[in-house]
């Protein structure tokens, strides 16, 4: 009688443990989109999160000077106690992270999702004008940044409707006088591995939505309107400054890839290479003038010779 195990019965196992605890993109998260050099998401993601928590320790920081003041009397028992009060209540709380990697199917895709007090929006924008500013890379794998401020499924339907409650504050905002400013605008729609879309459709879909007073501009509109749909998942948001900021690409940002430009690391092999032709043709012109004197010294020899046998 055998008593091995039926092959694959452990694989089995971890693959449904995995599927159980494998958490992906779907409708109802907020976030930060991120697109990265290939085969290094996990990388990206280590990065990212950690620059997305410095941030946060500035602009959400705990406040944790609300609390009860604490007893300078108070004896050990009753700190303990108070310690696992305040457990519980951030247990109970929901506990959850400020920032989540989020499984997205997609190569070079990540995602990010924020909770509470994190605004997407107002947080990718601060981080990024801090590196127009400053000029500093902060990521080495990170291209580009866009917030999401909610997710849907990918139908024309359910997009219409996201669109409706993200355009109503940022559009339908009445000054002092009770009128709606006019703003313009502009929609940035992309599809990925989604047939049942057309992002034309889309985009005019939504450009329709927000309607007049407003006006759409192509080239430096006020607000800009992206959505991204990957699979059966849309995501959303309404940011400033997108082409201030170079469409959220740091790399541009950072003119990294300016037009005409060339990269560092192209210009610095290719001044190598200058210098090494520049370095190689002295030693040949050298070379040659060395050799044509030495012909013409041992010519002058050979007749000098001659002259003296006749």
């Given at each position: 009688m055998s008593n091995k195990r039926p092959h694959g019965g452990n694989k089995d196992a971890n693959k449904n443990k995995r599927s159980k605890n494998h958490i992906s993109l779907q409708p109802g998260m907020t976030g930060v989109m991120v697109t990265c050099t290939r085969g290094k998401e996990p990388a990206a993601v280590k990065e990212i999160t950690d620059v997305f928590y410095q941030y946060a320790e500035t602009l959400y920081p705990e406040a944790e000077d609300d609390e009860e003041e604490v007893d300078e009397d108070e004896d050990i028992e009753a700190t303990i106690?108070?310690?696992?009060?305040?457990?519980?209540?951030?247990?109970?709380?929901?506990?959850?992270?400020?920032?989540?990697?989020?499984?997205?199917?997609?190569?070079?895709?990540?995602?990010?999702?924020?909770?509470?007090?994190?605004?997407?929006?107002?947080?990718?924008?601060?981080?990024?004008?801090?590196?127009?500013?400053?000029?500093?890379?902060?990521?080495?794998?990170?291209?580009?940044?866009?917030?999401?401020?909610?997710?849907?499924?990918?139908?024309?339907?359910?997009?219409?409707?996201?669109?409706?409650?993200?355009?109503?504050?940022?559009?339908?905002?009445?000054?002092?006088?009770?009128?709606?400013?006019?703003?313009?605008?502009?929609?940035?729609?992309?599809?990925?591995?989604?047939?049942?879309?057309?992002?034309?459709?889309?985009?005019?879909?939504?450009?329709?939505?927000?309607?007049?007073?407003?006006v759409v501009d192509l080239t430096n509109p006020e607000l800009m309107i992206i959505v991204e749909v990957i699979q059966n998942v849309c995501m959303m948001s309404i940011v400033e400054d997108f082409y201030k900021l170079k469409k959220y690409n740091i790399e541009s940002l950072l003119g990294v890839n300016d037009a005409g430009v060339p990269k560092p690391i192209k210009a610095k092999v290719k001044a190598k290479e200058g210098d090494k032709e520049e370095k190689e043709k002295p030693e040949e012109t050298e070379s040659k003038v060395e050799t044509e004197k030495e012909t013409n010294e041992n010519d002058e020899e050979k007749k000098k010779s001659n002259e003296e046998s006749n």
């Open positions: 106690a108070r310690e696992v009060a305040a457990l519980k209540k951030q247990s109970s709380a929901g506990g959850k992270k400020k920032f989540s990697n989020i499984a997205t199917g997609t190569t070079c895709l990540a995602f990010i999702k924020t909770a509470p007090p994190v605004d997407p929006c107002a947080f990718v924008h601060q981080i990024l004008t801090d590196m127009n500013t400053t000029q500093v890379k902060k990521t080495r794998y990170i291209s580009r940044l866009l917030p999401v401020q909610n997710t849907c499924k990918s139908s024309l339907e359910s997009i219409e409707q996201l669109a409706k409650e993200l355009v109503a504050p940022k559009f339908n905002v009445p000054n002092a006088n009770g009128e709606i400013k006019p703003r313009t605008f502009a929609v940035m729609a992309r599809i990925r591995n989604c047939t049942k879309l057309d992002r034309m459709e889309v985009t005019m879909k939504l450009a329709g939505i927000v309607g007049q007073p407003h």
